[in-house]
């Protein structure tokens, strides 16, 4: 069942880099586990995932030990700063770093370890009060701030969507962050890459991976409904 789903999801993902004329290894598919338990995770990895995203600190730590230990975990929830120590180390990537000051405390926690780093800036493009994430106009400022930080690396954005019926409403919000990581990235600045664009999850990742995804977090399509 679970190696069907990702059959599918890569077949879709594939699919959608032919028509928008991109390669499929452009595009990495990341596994959100969170909440399913370890077998599931092992169904998952026996069909060739590497990447699971999850977005608590503690599930990371619960399901590591338990899994092969090449597998790449990606932090992709809302992150606490009083978490961060226990992330590092733990994750090749933190998705959601929605603000300075978790930025400035991953730079702390980092340099005490003397490790680096890699993160994305969350982005809240459709402004919803509800979620987390940096104003489109605020990034500039942040990436400006961060770029300094010896050990934090900004490999690029992410974003959530907003929950539509029809994904193609999502069509314009993948497509305005792409260009902004496009501006970004022209600027060069030091210690700033824009290479990674983490947007689509189950409902959306096809319009995303069209406008230019180059990783998508796919739950439900994989492990079926939480
Ligand atoms: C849960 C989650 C996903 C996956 O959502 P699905 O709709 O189940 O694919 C993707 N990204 C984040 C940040 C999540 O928390």
Not at 128 to 143: C, H, I, R, T
Not at 180 to 199: Q, Y
Request: hydrophobic share 45%.
């Amino acid at each position: 069942m679970i190696k069907e789903n990702l059959d599918q999801v890569r077949e879709t993902i594939n699919a959608a880099c032919i028509r928008a004329g991109r390669r499929p290894e452009e595009v990495t598919l990341i596994a959100v586990s969170k909440t399913k338990p370890v077998p599931m995770l092992e169904e998952a990895y026996a069909a060739g995932t590497r990447d699971f995203g999850e977005n608590k600190v503690q599930e990371i730590l619960a399901k590591k030990p338990e899994l092969p230990q090449d597998i790449r975990w990606h932090m992709i929830g809302h992150l606490q700063r009083n978490k961060v120590s226990q992330v590092i180390g733990n994750a090749v990537m933190i998705h959601s770093v929605d603000s300075l000051r978790l930025a400035r405390q991953i730079e702390a926690e980092a340099a005490k370890k003397e490790v680096d780093v890699d993160i994305l800036l969350e982005v809240n493009v459709a402004r919803e009060e509800s979620k987390y994430g940096f104003m489109l106009e605020e990034v500039e400022d942040a990436v400006m701030a961060i770029k300094d930080f010896p050990h934090v690396h900004i490999k690029g954005l992410m974003t959530i969507a907003p929950f539509v019926d029809n994904p193609e409403e999502n069509r314009g919000i993948f497509k305005k962050l792409f260009e902004f990581a496009v501006d970004i990235g022209r600027k060069n600045i030091d210690n700033v890459t824009m290479g990674v664009l983490s947007m689509g999850m189950t409902g959306d990742y096809e319009v995303a991976v069209e406008e230019g995804a180059t990783m998508v977090r796919v739950g439900t399509g994989i492990f079926g409904i939480r």
